[in-house]
């Protein structure tokens, strides 16, 4: 029995010799014109090898829009698993694709409370600045979104500036 553990212990350090956990997100803080939008998007994942990596991200969101005679107050909060897949990757850039799905609840103050969920792929691209940190973005949106953090229904391919995010992540 203690040989059969020290060989799983063995294989398992051997998997995950090239594998890293990776923690990062995205920060978003926009006002104006009676209008004010907060989004924190923590992410974390672990890079099985150079191709693969599994990680989620979580959405906690707050939009006050300002109605003339009321305040229309929203919040979002979702939950979102992916597979990332790396195309192209050298010692500066990487270029991924993160295809998963979303569940998520929207609550309106004073209002319906909706439950929505994204189905889809979302490309991006690193940069790296040292060995355990980078920035990154994702540009766009191919898939499916209904009542979804307050995106707009529909599915197909999306370059909207709402699709755009950028962030960082630190890998250990």
């Given at each position: 029995m203690r040989k059969i553990g020290i060989l799983l212990l063995i294989m398992m350090a051997a998997l995950s010799a090239k594998a890293q956990i990776y923690t990062g997100g995205t920060l978003n803080i926009f006002g104006g014109d009676g209008a004010f939008n907060f989004t924190l998007k923590p992410e974390v994942g672990y890079e099985f090898n150079e191709k693969w990596a599994f990680g989620g991200v979580l959405y906690l969101g707050h939009n006050k829009t300002d109605m003339g005679n009321y305040d229309l107050k929203t919040n979002h909060f979702a939950i979102a698993p992916y597979a990332r897949y790396t195309f192209f990757e050298n010692d500066l850039l990487r270029i991924f694709?993160?295809?998963?799905?979303?569940v998520g609840v929207n609550s309106v103050k004073d209002g319906d409370n909706t439950a929505g969920f994204e189905v889809g792929v979302k490309p991006g691209i690193a940069i790296k600045l040292?060995?355990?940190f980078s920035i990154l973005t994702k540009v766009g949106f191919l898939g499916y979104r209904d009542d979804f953090m307050g995106y707009t229904n529909g599915g197909g391919l999306r370059l909207s500036s709402e699709d755009v995010s950028f962030g960082f992540y630190y890998a250990f």
């Open positions: 694709a993160d295809g998963g799905f979303g040292g060995d355990h």
